[in-house]
């Protein structure tokens, strides 16, 4: 799993198998450690949740869990549908962009990156740009 944050957009991708883990329940985390001091790290999560109706975002501490759905997660890693997208209110600070997208080949990587990922629908045409995580959102909401 990746994490892409900027400005107020956080973006996830997520690999075939990971999405293929998370109907199970599984929790996917990774953490970044940025000094051998134990509370020098940051740490994120994407979990499904039964409790919610929509994506949620808690925070505590040094850890950002992203809670999706169940039914929601199921029904995304069976289909040929490319993210989960939310825009969060943040009150006065106005929304997060919240995409979580599963993770595509690159066009211009090597094979050995594309093991784990989902084939690139547009595997052989010309690269483009990839939109912010806010121009993502409004594509596809």
């Keep these: 799993m990746k994490l892409r944050i900027h400005g ?12 293929a883990r998370l109907p199970a329940g599984d929790c996917l985390e990774e953490t970044i450690h940025f000094a051998p001091e134990p509370g020098a ?12 109706r929509r994506p949620a975002v808690p925070y505590a501490g040094s850890k950002v869990t992203v809670l999706i759905p169940a039914g929601q997660a199921k029904a995304w890693g069976v289909s040929d549908k490319i993210a989960i997208a939310e825009e969060i209110s943040l009150g ?44 993502f959102l409004n594509n596809i909401l």
């Design 8 to 19: 107020d957009s956080l973006r996830l991708r997520v690999t075939r198998s990971e999405v």
């Design 41 to 52: 790290k940051f740490t994120y999560a994407l979990q499904t949740e039964t409790s919610v």
């Design 92 to 135: 006065d600070l106005e929304t997060l962009a919240l995409p979580i997208e599963k993770d595509f080949a690159c066009l211009n990587r090597s094979n050995k990156d594309k093991e784990y990922t989902f084939p690139n629908p547009n595997a052989g045409a010309k690269c483009q740009a990839r939109p912010t995580g806010r121009q």
